[in-house]
Nanobody, 124 residues
Framework: QVQLVESGGGLVQAGDSLRLSCAAS????????MGWFRQAPGNDRQFVAA????????RYADSVKGRFTISRDNAKNTVTLQINSLRPEDTAVYYC?????????????????WGQGTQVTVSS
């Protein structure tokens, strides 16, 4: 079983950048596909990005393509979400998740393990 801890959230202004990190422990990190989801108040949890076991494959939600970049370092057991050109609508709690499935899963039920989340707030 893997434990996930996110970090890097904060209060920023529109147009700023943030780098979210997720540290994994307790499992063989390289055997998990990894994803980022977000949830704004009153909304369902939304897929943001995913990366495959070894990192050559990635997938993004249409709303973040070109602004968000997901990457992983299997040697350090970390997955990172680089967020550029932040918008107020990006405000949400961002969650890191791990999946046993191959590829780049985009549905929340495909992920078995979740972190506690990190808050990102973007002011206009």
């Amino acid at each position: 079983q893997v434990q996930l801890v996110e970090s890097g959230g904060g209060l920023v202004q529109a147009g700023d950048s943030l780098r979210l990190s997720c540290a994994a422990s307790g499992g063989t990190f390289s055997r998990y596909s990894m994803g980022w989801f977000r949830q704004a108040p009153g909304n369902d949890r939304q897929f943001v990005a995913a990366i495959s076991w070894s990192g050559p494959s990635t997938r993004y939600a249409d709303s973040v393509k070109g602004r968000f970049t997901i990457s992983r370092d299997n040697a350090k057991n970390t997955v990172t979400l680089q967020i550029n050109s932040l918008r107020p609508e990006d405000t949400a709690v961002y969650y890191c998740a791990a999946s046993h499935l191959a590829g780049v899963p985009s549905l929340s039920y495909m992920y078995a393990y979740w972190g506690q989340g990190t808050q990102v707030t973007v002011s206009s």
